[in-house]
């Protein structure tokens, strides 16, 4: 996999940032932050954003389901440096969106993370609804001109 371009490693891409602590158990046999470690970081700073958005499924009766993953290990990451997490919507489709995120240690990107998400209802998956259509570009990744 290609390194990420190089605005996705700037902080101000990126419309929400949250922080998560790193805990002694995260590290693994060589002294650093394992990758499994960062995945769950991640999934944290993607439920955080959501609420951010001010919508959750189950206000709408749907379940929100994640289809895809893609992790980007850029810098080591080290215990006991908390995680800042920057989340931005990276697309939006008709029955998915992307959120985009850099995981930042002492101001360094250390890894990036793109989730697709989909919506699903009784019948299967659904259209995104104009509210939540309307809150994901409010909050539409920066990307250079």
């Known amino acids: ?24 158990q995260d ?8 990758n499994v470690a960062i995945s769950g970081i991640f999934e944290t700073a993607r439920i955080r ?11 709408q009766g749907v379940r929100w389901l994640v289809a895809n993953v893609n992790l980007n290990f850029v810098e ?4 006991p440096y908390p995680f800042e997490v920057h ?3 990276g697309h939006i489709g008709r029955t998915s969106w992307t959120i985009s995120s850099a995981g ?6 250390v890894a990036t993370c793109d989730t697709t998400v989909v919506t699903h ?11 939540l259509r309307e809150a ?10």
């Open 87 to 89: 989340c931005a919507i």
């Open 27 to 34: 590290l693994d046999t060589m002294g650093h932050i394992n």
């Open 1 to 24: 996999m290609a390194k990420p371009e190089s605005w996705r490693l700037n902080p101000q891409a990126y419309r929400f940032v949250t922080s998560i602590d790193t805990r002694f």
């Open 49 to 59: 954003f959501h609420h951010h958005m001010g919508r959750h499924p189950q206000e």
């Open 104 to 109: 930042f240690q002492k101001g360094v990107c």
């Open 121 to 131: 209802g009784a019948e299967g998956r659904r259209s995104i609804d104009d509210t």
């Open 76 to 79: 080591e990451s080290h215990f």
């Open 136 to 145: 994901m570009e409010l909050n539409f990744l920066r990307q250079p001109d």
